[in-house]
């Protein structure tokens, strides 16, 4: 049974991801009166098709490892006269090669274009589904390694972690993507910190040499820069509870605590401790709602915990719920920096800052698949969006037989007047496809390697 969700999983996972992207294609060569040939979701021999009222054999192929848009060209009726027999004088007219060079290069972006579009909307419907968790990395413990540009600058436990070299963090995994992206440097880091007691932004120049050399440290970079971070919620009232104390109170959701009693509060985590402590007692709770400072009585309720002690009870959640505009600008966000990121580690790659054993092949990406469709629909989708991005990035990449390699391509020719030679383009595309296939074998090796 197992084995069946890691499959069906895959299939799905790949399935949309390729239909998606290959539909970009197509639809734009649609949209510009390129007649296609042949829409096909996976590789090799044909297993099903039919064809749609354009005459487009629309397929399915044998190898669910990717799939394929198929348009005429003049080189295709020149090789095979037979094609020319089943067109009409309207399709022959339209060829690929006929279009300006912007349709061209808008039906080639058009299949990466469509699997940004997807990885958008996934991380929308995510960011609408699920509470803005409204979290900061504190810092908890500090180094002795770490050095530091002058004497005069020093970290706290108990300092935020507000951005790194000025790109601002909160999330876990903002911050690993941010040291991430640092990975072979020799340089200083700019922590921007924020200090409790003076309420400001506080720049900290932290001294590094060939920054995570291995992919060991990869996985821990926090670590291996030194620092050991504590994630905290903001104290931002998400909901309140029905007819719980709050509610009565009328504690209201995006309200910030600012103190309870004489206590300040810093953190979700301060508003518990306090709480817990004073059950069944008036108190008077500040908040900071529309900007404005308001005081509010409430009267704390109770409850016994597991072990038997009386403790206090507010009756509030914590996290807020986004709007939908706040989620569709977030999914943009996410799409744009995980690209960028996408771009960084590869360059990373290729220069030997970052090991290649991170690349997965159909094996990883099915085993991943397989575990994320068992720990819920949101962390199958969210694996969906990534995997997206990637697909997105790679066929951007100025690779023969790729997107960005037919761009290239395109690109030349503008800059010639006139197409590269067809022996040229050949070899080109052969050694295209030669690189993407050693790309292919050397990351079903690293996923065979995982298992040994």
């Known amino acids: 049974m197992t084995a069946l969700i890691y499959i069906a999983s895959f299939l799905v996972l790949l399935g949309v991801l390729v239909t998606?992207?290959?539909?970009?294609?197509?639809?734009?060569?649609?949209?510009?009166?390129?007649?296609?040939?042949?829409?096909?979701?996976?590789?090799?021999?044909?297993?099903?098709?039919?064809?749609?009222?354009?005459?487009?054999?629309?397929?399915?192929?044998?190898?669910?490892l990717g799939g394929y848009v198929s348009m005429i060209t003049d080189r295709l009726i020149e090789l095979e006269p037979e094609v020319r027999e089943q067109l009409t004088e309207e399709q022959i007219k339209n060829t690929f090669d006929s279009r300006p060079k912007w349709q061209r290069a808008s039906i080639m972006i058009a299949g990466p274009l469509a699997n940004f579009l997807l990885s958008i909307f996934i991380f929308s419907i995510i960011f609408l589904n699920t509470p803005d968790p409204q979290t900061v990395p504190v810092i908890k413990e500090v180094g002795s390694s770490i050095v530091l540009k002058s004497s005069d600058q020093f970290i706290l436990p108990g300092d935020r972690i507000s951005s790194i070299n000025s790109v601002n963090v909160n999330e876990s995994k903002d911050l690993n993507l941010e040291l991430l992206s640092l990975a072979g440097l020799t340089g200083y880091i700019d922590l921007?910190?924020?200090?409790?007691?003076?309420?400001?932004?506080?720049?900290?120049?932290?001294?590094?040499?060939?920054?995570?050399?291995?992919?060991?440290?990869?996985?821990?970079?926090?670590?291996?820069?030194?620092?050991?971070?504590?994630y905290k919620m903001k104290p931002i009232i998400g909901q309140t509870v029905s007819g719980g104390p709050a509610s009565l109170a009328k504690i209201e959701?995006?309200?910030?605590?600012?103190?309870?009693?004489?206590?300040?509060?810093?953190?979700?985590?301060?508003?518990?401790?306090?709480?817990?402590?004073?059950?069944?007692?008036?108190?008077?709770?500040?908040?900071?709602?529309?900007?404005?400072?308001?005081?509010?009585?409430?009267?704390?309720?109770?409850?016994?915990?597991?072990?038997?002690?009386?403790?206090?009870?507010?009756?509030?959640?914590?996290?807020?719920?986004r709007s939908f505009l706040q989620a569709f600008s977030k999914g943009v966000y996410e799409t744009y920096n995980l690209s960028i990121k996408t771009l960084q580690f590869i360059g990373k790659m290729l220069t030997g800052n970052m090991g290649a054993e991170n690349l997965s092949g159909p094996i990883g990406i099915a085993q991943m698949a397989g575990n994320t469709a068992q720990a819920g629909l949101l962390p199958f989708m969210y694996l969906m969006a990534l995997l997206s991005i990637s697909l997105g990035v790679l066929n951007l990449l100025p690779i023969p037989v790729l997107d960005g390699?037919?761009?290239?391509?395109?690109?030349?020719?503008?800059?010639?007047?006139?197409?590269?030679?067809?022996?040229?383009?050949?070899?080109?595309?052969?050694?295209?496809?030669?690189?993407?296939?050693?790309?292919?074998?050397?990351?079903i090796f690293n996923d065979v390697s995982r298992f040994f």
């Open 405 to 443: 390699g037919q761009l290239t391509l395109l690109g030349i020719e503008a800059v010639r007047g006139k197409p590269l030679s067809e022996k040229t383009e050949n070899f080109i595309y052969t050694g295209g496809a030669v690189m993407v296939g050693a790309l292919m074998i050397f990351a």
């Open 253 to 321: 959701a995006n309200d910030v605590v600012l103190s309870i009693g004489s206590s300040r509060i810093d953190y979700a985590s301060d508003i518990r401790e306090s709480i817990s402590s004073m059950p069944n007692r008036d108190i008077s709770i500040k908040v900071l709602r529309n900007d404005n400072v308001i005081d509010i009585p409430v009267s704390i309720g109770s409850r016994v915990n597991d072990l038997g002690d009386e403790i206090g009870v507010l009756g509030v959640s914590f996290g807020t719920k």
């Open 20 to 64: 998606i992207h290959e539909y970009g294609h197509f639809i734009v060569a649609r949209m510009c009166k390129v007649h296609v040939q042949r829409f096909s979701l996976g590789m090799g021999p044909v297993i099903y098709k039919r064809l749609d009222k354009h005459g487009t054999e629309i397929a399915l192929s044998l190898l669910p």
């Open 192 to 230: 921007g910190i924020k200090r409790l007691d003076i309420n400001e932004i506080v720049n900290v120049n932290i001294y590094v040499e060939d920054f995570l050399p291995t992919s060991e440290s990869q996985t821990m970079p926090l670590a291996y820069l030194g620092l050991t971070i504590d």
